[in-house]
């Protein structure tokens, strides 16, 4: 019997160690799991790092580049197209007027009455509605221009007879996010799209055309006047109520910016005469690059995985559409390197399945266990993650949120340096020693969702714009930010070149 005891003790005692033994070798697997994430984590904070003199080579080449692409079609990445707007509302204007906005995953409508005060600006009536997909990708630009017709009538039936007196025809604003060869205020021809539009007929046609044509069709007295890129609405609006805003960025779905030029700083069109000697750039700055942007292989995959390869390259790293899915790559490759989310991990290979309003959720989530960031990875399908892991997913938000809002504040030091404003001078011709090394109040007027709504990527950009113009200077400059800008903006521009 003895024997027997000692017999079932010993296997008892072999089988503990066993069982240790297994233990301590998951430990350690584990152990070594996590490692490889950190170290992932570490390579890829280091390649988005943008630290004040990185960010100071953006700016300068951001100047250049702006310069180049005023002097020759084609001179530069940067497309700086005209608009044909050089006289900005002065709160003089009066009347009603309508504005249709259409942008990266929405549009809006909107009715604006002005009583011919600055203070007297009601937005009467504001609609926004999502673009169905089918629309964004359709084989005719008929189809889309319709559905928008179509949805003009049914704001305009909601007014009655109001807002319009019998047979004088309605004027609108058509807020257009995508870049735009214009002929003048009210006509241009789209040169590509951008935000994950694909209407290829559409390319070299005259939109503000398209839109009249589908009105008409519809039977609307409504009248087109202007055609007019949702930056330059920003900047409309900003200089309505203050007359030092010179600049406007929007950081949405997509971003872009426009600022107010010199005439005679325009090169690539000597001649050109204005009433203000003035002129609104659009810059079209997504398609902005220099080898001093903090780039990575998230990065360079997600372009090459694109629908616009080689194309909107500084866009690609700061706007909403694509942060989400800079973090999506990043956990992509975490997890299928050390299966830190399990089976479930699989979810991460979808394209775009991870939005920039999650990143959001989750980079500001408070709670003391980040229950929202659990909420947000059970909805993906991803349940039961550890705290740590979760620690981690903010950490990303983090790196690809801070290094965004750290370029986009760049790019606007660049606008500033451009145009002598930035406390040294900048680019520019025909000033004295004396005039550049002035320094004014600027307003720089900023809108988009990405802004808006994202406090950390507001915060990291505002911060930034500090270390690099420095605490003397940013002392000068204002960054005030704009709801519905460029859709109001836009009716305000109608207005001024109406009664101008």
């Known amino acids: 019997m003895g024997k027997v005891a000692v017999a079932f003790a010993s296997a008892a005692v072999v089988a503990a160690c066993s069982v240790a033994a297994v233990m301590v070798r998951r430990r350690v697997k584990s152990r070594r799991k996590w490692r490889t994430v950190v170290e992932i984590l570490k390579e890829f904070e280091e390649g988005c790092d943008a630290p004040v003199g990185r960010l100071r080579q953006v700016v300068d080449a951001m100047a250049v580049e702006m310069h180049a692409g005023l002097a020759s079609e084609g001179g530069s990445k940067l497309k700086m197209l005209l608009t044909y707007v050089h006289d900005l509302p002065n709160g003089t204007e009066k009347g009603t007027y309508y504005a249709l ?45 319709n559905f928008l017709a179509f949805s003009l009538e049914r704001f305009i039936q909601k007014e009655g007879n109001e807002s319009n007196s019998q047979g004088v025809k309605r004027e609108l604003a058509f ?56 930056t330059v609405g920003a900047l409309s609006l900003g200089y309505y109520h203050d007359p030092d805003t010179v600049v406007a960025v929007v950081f949405g779905t997509g971003s872009n910016a426009c600022y107010l030029e010199r005439t005679d700083a325009i090169i690539k069109c000597q001649g050109l005469l204005t009433t203000s000697g003035s002129m609104v750039v659009n810059m079209e700055w997504g398609n902005f690059w220099s080898s ?69 959720a989750m980079h500001e989530d408070d709670t003391p266990e980040l229950q929202e960031v659990a909420r947000i990875l059970k ?25 965004a809002g750290r370029l986009a504040a760049a790019g606007i030091a660049g606008i500033l340096k451009k145009i002598g404003r930035d406390g040294g001078g900048g680019i520019t011709s025909g000033r004295s020693r004396g005039e550049m090394q002035m320094q004014r109040r600027t307003v720089v007027g900023v809108e988009g969702g990405l802004y808006m709504k994202y406090t950390m990527f507001r915060e990291y950009m ?10 003397e200077v940013s002392q000068y400059v204002v960054v005030k930010a704009m709801e519905d800008g460029s859709s109001i903006g836009s009716a305000l521009l109608v207005a001024s070149s109406l009664q101008s």
Not at 208 to 229: S, T
Not at 381 to 402: A, E, F, N, Q, Y
Not at 462 to 469: K, N, Q, R, S, T
């Open 101 to 145: 906005h259409l942008g990266g995953t929405y549009f809006r409508i909107l009715r604006v009455h002005l009583g011919g005060e600055r203070s007297y600006l009601d937005v009467q009536d504001v609609e926004r509605h999502p673009i169905p997909s089918h629309l964004m990708n359709s084989t005719s630009e008929v189809v889309l221009f």
């Open 175 to 230: 807020t257009f996010s995508f870049p735009v060869k214009h002929t003048c205020i009210s006509s241009g021809v789209l040169i590509k799209w951008t935000k994950g539009f694909e209407i290829s007929e559409m390319v070299g046609k005259d939109i503000a055309g398209c839109l009249q044509g589908a009105l008409n069709r519809r039977g609307l007295d409504i009248h087109v006047a202007a055609l007019v890129n949702d």
């Open 292 to 360: 001093h942007l903090p780039r990575t292989a998230y990065d360079i995959d997600l372009d090459a995985e694109s629908s616009n390869p080689n194309d909107m390259g500084f866009e690609k790293m700061i706007a909403g559409l694509y942060l989400g899915d800079i973090v999506r790559r990043v956990i992509l490759r975490m997890s299928q390197e050390s299966d830190i989310f399990g089976p479930s991990s699989s979810v991460f290979s979808q394209p775009y399945v991870l939005r920039t309003n999650s990143v959001s």
């Open 379 to 403: 909805d993906l399908g991803v349940s039961d993650v550890p705290l740590k892991v979760r620690k981690l997913m903010v950490k990303i938000c983090d790196v690809v949120t801070r290094r």
């Open 462 to 471: 505002e911060e930034a714009l500090v270390e690099i113009l420095g605490e």
